[in-house]
């Protein structure tokens, strides 16, 4: 059914000719990031790294936690300015928008948080009409048909009425993914989308994200956690580490790729070069050594 | 020692950023207020929620401060044979000081903090970052309405305060205490000059909201977006409130009031 509803809607796009323009080599990636320096501190999150996120595809960004993969969305989306290097997103560089350019530019991006961040306030139904209403100057029965719409896409017309504390975690997402895609971005970030949900709503998650790539001729980012899903998904997967990129390329790229790092994260092996155990001391000296 | 001069100029330094921020903040807020026909919407929810949720107590301590105000001036007068003079006394007190000063201390305490929280939790949940990747500019949508519900409700709230204390200091004093209510309405209309002691209290309590609004939204924008974070910064809000409006308020009843 969801995936009739969004065929539907690509035959539409294409026939009004919305996704069918002809590209050039310079736009075939929606965002270039080259020699991305970014500190917190002491601590070196990226040090002169690369990325590619080409047009119209699916790219998943991945690494074990805490290697600067919400970050690099926090930069694309100029939330935070990198030390060095440049962001291009669309050909237009991040860092030298004004604030007023920067929010012009968000509106072709959507991001869906991990929390969702829906705003609690308002119903579900409010909450996807809010940027309609920010930004347009549509009559409220087209922002009704518009928001009806996106529900019936993400399975939650009937929850309209509800307001988010009301909704379960895999709701709460699905209704943020309809808010996010409400006007029509060119590119949609998920932040880890698929974190503490059920087999069921993880499946649904996957469903949507590549139904909506297709059907919206989206370009999708996808920070993730889950291989297995991520993988089964994604055009491309960056694998980031370090501050570096240690592996990029297709699934079944990485997947033969012999480098420990990308196979320990690739086979969710427990220990290697990133180690088991937080450093410590030398476990007999630790243990000899204490106060008893 | 060497250590202590860096670690002062280091906190001098975090300091003298946290002001800078704060003062690019509100400017940006203010500079940035949306149009009128959403900003309205905007603010009435916020006048209601800073301004008309704040009347119970307002009320409730102005009719309290105003009759404990006119009882201890009464058992003072009375010594003196002077107790006609108490509704000049209650005026003067409530209108000069008590009025603007307590009204902000409980707008920071009970106001102040609650935006504080609300502000920092939706920090906390990404709403705020939602916002901007919507392309919302939360300075704009989120902080102005709150700032200037602020700044419309104190000053409201002051009056209604003093009306209400002046009425339970009547209450005491004249049908209670048996103080003649000719003198007491008429040394109060002698004594209390409306540019002077009225306006005065006015311009008092503007400060105060300006004050008072600026510490909670900031505190609560910019907050570390955590439970503990929130807390912090709910607790920093009433106390740095509080001790701009004691200080302040000497700055200006030196200006206003002081004889040099």
Known sequence: ?292 | MIAWIRSLGRSGLGTLQVLGRSGTFVVQSLCGVPKLNKALPLLNQQLYAVGVLSLPIIIVSGLFIGMVLSLQGYTILVDYGSEQAVGQMLALSLVRELGPVVTALLFAGRAGSSLTAEIGLMKATEQITSLEMIGVDPLRYIIAPRLLAGFISLPMLTLIFNVVGIGGGYLVAVDWLGVYDGSFWSNMQNATDFKNDVMNGIIKSIAFAFTVSWIAVFQGYDLVPTSEGIGRATTKTVVYSSLAVLGLDFILTAVMFGDF
């Open chain 1, 1 to 292: 059914m969801v995936r009739e509803f969004w065929t539907a809607i690509a035959v539409g796009r294409a026939g009004l000719g919305g996704s069918g323009k002809s590209m050039t080599v310079e736009d075939n990636n929606i965002v270039t990031v080259r020699g991305l320096s970014f500190s917190r501190g002491d601590r070196v999150i990226f040090d002169n790294a690369d990325f590619d996120i080409p047009r119209g595809k699916i790219t998943s960004i991945m690494g074990p936690s805490g290697t600067g993969k919400t970050t690099l969305l926090r930069l694309i989306t100029g939330q935070i300015k990198a030390d060095k290097g440049t962001i291009l997103v669309n050909g237009e560089e991040i860092s030298k928008l004004n604030r007023k350019d920067l929010y012009r530019l968000r509106r072709k991006m959507g991001m869906l948080f991990q929390s969702g961040a829906l705003f609690t306030d308002r119903t579900v139904y409010e909450n996807v009409a809010f940027p309609l209403r920010e930004h347009t100057d549509l009559p409220e029965s087209m922002i009704r048909d518009l928001v009806l719409m996106k529900l019936h896409a993400v399975g939650l017309r009937g929850a309209r009425d509800l307001m988010p504390s009301e909704l379960s975690g895999g709701m709460t997402r699905r209704a943020a993914l309809a808010r996010t895609i409400v006007l029509d971005p060119e590119m949609v970030m998920y932040d880890e989308p698929f974190t503490g949900q059920d087999p069921i709503a993880m499946g649904v998650l996957v469903e949507l994200i590549k139904l909506l790539n297709t059907a919206l001729g989206l370009t999708s980012v996808v920070v993730s956690h889950d291989i297995h899903e991520a993988a089964s998904i994604s055009d491309k997967i960056y694998l980031i580490s370090e501050g570096k990129v240690m592996g990029e390329g297709s699934p079944a790229q990485l997947r033969e790729d012999s480098s420990p790092l990308v196979r320990q994260f690739m086979q969710g092996l427990p220990d290697g070069p990133v180690p088991f155990h937080y450093p410590a001391q030398d476990y007999r000296d630790d243990m000899l050594g204490g106060d008893a």
